[in-house]
């Protein structure tokens, strides 16, 4: 599981997480909402440490990541998969190679091997026709399934997406939402950033509402969108739905 | 104009001689180029690096090379140096490959350091979250980028080392602008050989310009973002 104890964050004089405290149970998919700036990026990348908490600790499987020397940090990073939203997939890679690229460097599996588990999981988000292509040759939603697929080759135990579909024009958001359920639906832990509310509804086990670096509600999606409790997150939910 | 034609007539023998002079001339070039890029690599990974020593180190090393004329680099590489620890002969070709690959080391890490913070910080991130290390992403994943942005700026900087190279007329290695000063001292004429090396120069510019150019747009054409 992972356990974010007292995380706070600081860029320089701005205080961007504020005493930040979540446990993410294994096979629980938890959505994190709130408006923008109030800290959600930072807070998902605080648990791979693609930024360094100022203070408290990240836990996975119990291990604290902040006292973690640099070659465990990548260890660390092995088990957790990471979405981006805007996908950052490496462009002088074709599809399969950007999927079979950190399984052979990082793991060290044989070109086969590698291939083997691409094509499977190019099938799965159905892109196996363009395993040859570059992406810039790809939609944004193709973009975003493979980018979904190169974090699965790792076989990672945890994902963590970043608003995965904000970026996508309208008709793509299903297609990449429908990748994220089923992955849902098999079983992975998540963490998920999504501004679709029906979506968050649809998925969650657990509903996490930020506003100011702090979270302010953590409650089941029912209980959440019907009720809750909070004057921001009201507000927020008006605004939004 | 008559008397040109006849002194182009006169030194006819020696005008491939002059022309030869251009391979020294890129020679140079391409060796100094080749030490250049690899210097640069190192120097901008300094640079960008968390290591204070080494960024110091690596940023006065350009700040000098950068700071002093090239042709008196070169002077205090060939004549200068070897006095002083004893050194006798130094072959005037390696010394002003190295001199040059050490002055180019300078510009190109400063050429590939831009294009290594042109990178989108979402591909050091998506490797990082990849469990993918440092060398490995740099060597992967970032360098390929960075390096396919500056290849024109690249291409300039061999440009630069082509035409430069004429300085190491000053330390007897007969590229082609010695060679031009030769055949003007052998025929007491300076126009037709010297005008033979001016052409010749420009002309090997104008077509590394136009390879650069092709470079450029087949580049940009396969741009993948
Ligand atoms: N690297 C950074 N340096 C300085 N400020 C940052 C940095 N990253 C994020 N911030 C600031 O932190 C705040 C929260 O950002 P972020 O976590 O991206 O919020 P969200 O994802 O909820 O929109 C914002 O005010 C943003 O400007
Ligand atoms: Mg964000």
């Known amino acids: ?241 | 104009m008559e008397h040109v034609i006849t002194g182009f007539k006169t030194i006819a023998p020696s005008i491939p001689y002059i022309i030869n002079g251009i391979w020294v001339t890129l020679g140079i070039a391409l060796g100094a180029a080749i030490i250049g890029f690899v210097l640069g690599i190192l120097l901008s990974l300094c640079k960008i690096g968390k290591i204070k020593l080494l960024s110091g180190i690596a940023r006065a090393y350009t700040s000098i090379f950068r700071g002093t004329p090239l042709i008196m680099q070169l002077a205090l590489a060939y004549f200068a140096i070897p006095q002083l620890i004893g050194l006798n002969d130094v072959n005037p070709t390696t010394c002003a490959i190295v001199t040059f690959g050490l002055n180019s080391g300078a510009y190109m890490s400063e050429i590939i350091r831009s294009g290594i913070n042109a990178v989108d910080k979402g591909q050091f991130e998506a490797a990082s979250a990849l469990g993918v290390g440092y060398w490995p992403m740099m060597r992967d994943i970032i360098l390929p980028q960075a390096i396919k942005n500056i290849l024109p700026a690249m291409m300039n900087e061999f440009i630069t080392l082509t035409k430069d190279s004429a300085i190491v007329s000053t330390i007897a290695v007969t590229d082609m602008m010695r060679r031009s000063q030769i055949v003007s001292a052998e025929y007491y004429m300076y126009f037709p050989p010297m005008f033979v090396a001016f052409i010749m120069y420009y002309i090997v510019v104008l077509i590394l310009t136009a390879v650069g150019g092709r470079i450029e747009r087949r580049l940009s054409r396969s741009d993948q973002s």
């Open chain 1, 1 to 241: 599981m992972i356990k974010a104890e007292h995380v706070f964050k600081d860029f320089g004089s701005t205080k961007v997480l504020k005493d930040v405290t979540l446990d993410i149970n294994k096979g629980e998919v938890v959505v994190i909402i709130g408006p923008s700036g109030s800290g959600k990026s930072t807070f998902l990348r605080c648990i791979n440490l693609l930024e360094q908490p100022t203070k408290g600790n990240v836990l996975i499987d119990d291990q604290d990541l902040v006292s973690l020397k640099q070659k465990q940090v990548t260890k660390v990073r092995e088990k957790v998969g990471m979405v981006f939203q805007h996908f950052h997939l490496f462009p002088h890679k074709t599809v399969l190679d950007n999927l079979i690229y950190a399984p052979m460097k990082v793991k060290k599996l044989s070109k086969d091997e590698a291939v083997k588990r691409a094509e499977a999981l190019l099938e799965k988000v159905g892109l196996l026709d363009k395993k040859n292509q570059y992406p810039n040759k790809l939609s944004g939603g193709q973009k975003q399934r493979v980018a979904i697929a190169r974090a699965l080759a790792m076989e990672p135990e945890y994902m963590l997406f970043d608003e995965p579909t904000s970026a996508l024009d309208p008709e793509m958001v299903k297609e990449v939402l429908d990748v994220i359920q089923s992955l849902a639906e098999s079983g992975m832990t998540m963490v998920i950033v999504t501004h679709e509310m029906g979506f968050a509804k649809q998925v969650a086990n657990k509903v996490v509402f930020m506003d100011d670096g702090r979270i302010l509600e953590s409650n089941t999606p029912a209980a959440f969108f019907s009720n809750p409790k909070t004057d921001r997150a009201k507000d927020f939910l008006e605004k939004i739905l």
